[in-house]
């Protein structure tokens, strides 16, 4: 149970090591440059695209709040009848 709890933390953590090494040293490419001739900077390339990713995921989860029953069955709201069962019952 405490894994549930501690596991995301552990996550967020890495992923911001990650993100800080990547800030500091750069990515390099399939090639291993040296003196980093063909690196490409964090700034401009990974913080559009990572900006990309948080907008989209928040307007997905904004989304998901304002209209929390968009996705959901018809037959979920519908009231109830212990008297009768659902059409697609049927006794063999």
């Given at each position: ?13 890495m ?70 069962s ?7």
């Open positions: 149970m405490v894994a549930h709890f501690l596991l995301p933390f552990m996550v967020i953590g992923m911001l090591i990650h993100l800080n090494l990547l800030h500091l040293r750069g990515r390099t490419g399939q090639s291993f440059t040296l003196r980093g001739v063909g690196k490409v900077g964090f700034f401009p390339y990974y913080w559009a695209k990572d900006l990309l990713n948080v907008s989209l995921y928040f307007v997905f989860l904004s989304l998901s709040v304002a209209f929390p029953f968009a996705l959901g069955e018809v037959e979920l709201f519908e009231e109830s009848d212990s008297m009768t659902p059409v697609h019952i049927v006794p063999e």
